[in-house]
Each structure stands twice: as C-alpha cells, then as structure tokens.
C-alpha cells in the first residue's frame, strides 16, 4: 500500500508538470481489478475482460498484475494512469493497452492506448506509448509515457473534445517482445479486467 501511494503521489507531481500547472487534475478511478490475478486466465484480450479474475494459480508477473486505471483531464491533455502491484519495467518485455469506446461508437473500443517497456524479448530502450483509433484507420499516434501515466494530448483525437465521454474502459496487460511498434508482437496476456466507469472530460 505505501509503494501505491508514493506511486500515486509521484504520478501527481508528474501530471502538474506536465500540464504546466500548480496541481494535478481531480482523478477518477474507472477501474478496479483483483490482485493476484496476472495468471494468463482470461480471454487473451479477444473479449470484453469478464473472464478474467482468477486469483489462483499465482501471479505470473507483478509487474502486469492490473490493480487500478484512474483518468483525469486538463484543458490540453488527458491522463490516464495504470497501477499495478509492482511498477514496469520487469525483466521481461511487457506492454499494456487501455481502451475506450468513443461517443457514438458503442462496442467498438476504437480508442486504444497502449505503452510498450523495454525487457528480455525485445529491444525497446526505453518505454515506447501510442493513440490508436481502430474506427477512423491512420497511423498511431505517438504519446509520452511518464511513468505509467499516458499524456495524451486532446488535440490527438475528436474522441478527446471537451464534455466528451469515454465509454466502457478495459484494460489489459501482456508480454511484449521483438521491436518497436508495430514492427513487435504482444503474446501472453497475463491480465484482462472487466469493463469499468465512463469518463466523461471536464473541460
């Protein structure tokens, strides 16, 4: 509990600098999910997370052990901030990816966040986070990783306008391995949650 708190902490102090601001964004948490429960039983991120909250055999990995998605938002960026029982990067390559559906786009999860850590198995540097909105196509874009937190900025997608809302979060945690994006390939999922709260943007 007190490596979470200073994590979350440590994460607030990150968000105000990053926002040029003298405090961090109010956090809502859009999802909770069990601990112990990164044991690769689950859908393998096919489906919407609801079988996945086995907390026996044992974790597989710490590191992708999904706890907590907490969300927040400024005038310029939205936040969105995993936590896990221990921080990335682990020895192994792992990645995770958090998704939405847009406004009008229920069932899609078209908005997909996703950050890549470096470990055995590939041969990232340092950690790599990209946008990807499988209903409109184009390229990722390419998003700063601070810590676990996405800085995304709303300019990146329509999806991100003030008052919109960001539907139905899922997140998932996996083993990374080969190259940057997209040239890598996530394989295990050692953890999926269920569907969590939507969002809706403050400002």
Request: with cysteine; net charge neutral; hydrophobic share 40%.
């Amino acid at each position: 509990m007190k490596r979470a708190c200073s994590l979350f902490i440590g994460t607030c102090v990150l968000w105000a600098a990053a926002a040029g601001v003298s405090a961090a964004p109010k956090v809502t948490t859009v999802i909770e999910d069990p601990a112990e429960d990164a044991n690769g039983l689950n859908d393998q991120g096919t489906g919407d997370g609801s079988n996945g909250d086995h907390v026996t055999p044992a974790d597989a990995s710490t590191v992708t052990d999904l706890l907590s998605i907490d969300v927040s938002n400024d005038a310029k960026n939205l936040y969105v901030t995993f936590e896990t029982q221990t921080a990335p990067p682990a020895t192994q390559g792992t990645g995770f990816r958090v998704r939405f559906n847009p406004d009008g786009a229920a069932g899609s999860h078209c908005i997909v966040l996703e950050a890549f850590y470096p470990g055995a198995g590939n041969d990232l540097a340092a950690p790599v986070g990209q946008l990807r909105d499988t209903c409109a196509g184009g390229d990722p874009v390419a998003v700063k990783m601070l810590g676990p937190t996405f800085v995304v900025p709303r300019k990146a997608n329509k999806a991100f306008a003030k008052k919109a809302v960001l539907k139905a979060p899922q997140a998932q945690a996996f083993v990374y391995v080969g190259s940057t994006p997209p040239a890598g390939a996530a394989l295990i999922h050692t953890d999926t949650t269920k569907i969590g709260k939507n969002y809706k943007l403050v400002k």
